[in-house]
């Protein structure tokens, strides 16, 4: 609470460590301490003879910041039109580090329980957002995040046909989770492309296995791939895809 103080109060003007301590209340020795901490992880500047000052790391995280929450903004018409014509539930997630962060969650109308929350963060190779995420990620970083996700407890699967299905994955634009993540449930999803025509998220469609019958899952890649794509459209993206 203190290192966030210490980042409200040099937010409107570049501060000395002697006014920054008395306005914050402290010794001075307690706030270089808690300045110094903040200027090593990139939170806060210093500038001799003129003070302390917000630092680049919030820049970066204020431009996270911004682009989820316009993708957010953008994309929950999308999911909840799309929740309505399917019946059930839709996710959007971004590729977050190693893993697939869902952002939002737009609930379905079948009696169906599914697990995942807004702000949780699951394996990419075990969940049909998650693959999408990284369709345009090379042969090499599927196999590495696979055997990555194995060691760390992932439900054994063959390795061999699960790149096979990634590699139809990525030439049909879309992906699927056949109860990889969770027991009973299976999902389509697909990408979503800004401006850059770079993957910058994906959705899902969500429901129980007994609704997701190879031939529904089948039917449904047209539609959840063209919600996708009105999504990036209203991102900028202009339909075409980058060179692979």
Not at 98 to 103: E, G, I, S
Not at 117 to 132: C, E, M, N, Q, Y
Not at 167 to 191: K, S, T
């Amino acid at each position: 609470m203190r290192g966030l103080d210490v980042l409200e109060t040099v937010s409107t003007e570049v501060l000395a460590l002697p006014e920054l301590a008395a306005r914050l209340g402290l010794t001075k020795s307690t706030t270089h301490r808690l300045a110094s901490a903040l200027v090593d992880r990139g939170y806060l500047a210093f500038t001799p003879r003129a003070g302390y000052r917000l630092g680049p790391k919030l820049l970066a995280l204020g431009a996270l910041a911004q682009s989820q929450t316009s993708i957010v903004q953008i994309a929950r018409p999308h999911l909840e039109a799309l929740s309505a014509a399917t019946e059930d539930t839709v996710h959007l997630g971004v590729l977050d580090g190693d893993q697939a962060l869902y952002l939002d969650k737009a609930p379905g109308q079948r009696r169906i329980t599914i697990s995942s929350r807004i702000g949780d963060r699951h394996p990419l190779t075990s969940t049909g957002l998650g693959k999408a995420l990284m369709l345009d990620h090379a042969a090499d970083y599927w196999a590495s995040r696979l055997a990555a996700e194995q060691r760390a407890g992932g439900a054994a699967v063959d390795a061999s046909l699960w790149m096979e299905r990634m590699r139809g994955y990525a030439a049909a634009g879309r992906a699927f989770d056949l109860e990889e993540n969770e027991d009973q449930i299976r999902c389509v999803a697909a990408p979503i492309r800004d401006a850059t025509r770079r993957i910058v998220g994906a959705i899902s469609v969500s429901s129980a296995a007994q609704y997701m019958t190879d031939e529904r899952m089948a039917g449904l890649t047209d539609t959840v791939c063209e919600a996708a794509a009105a999504i990036g459209q209203d991102l900028g993206w202009d339909g075409t895809l980058p060179p692979r």
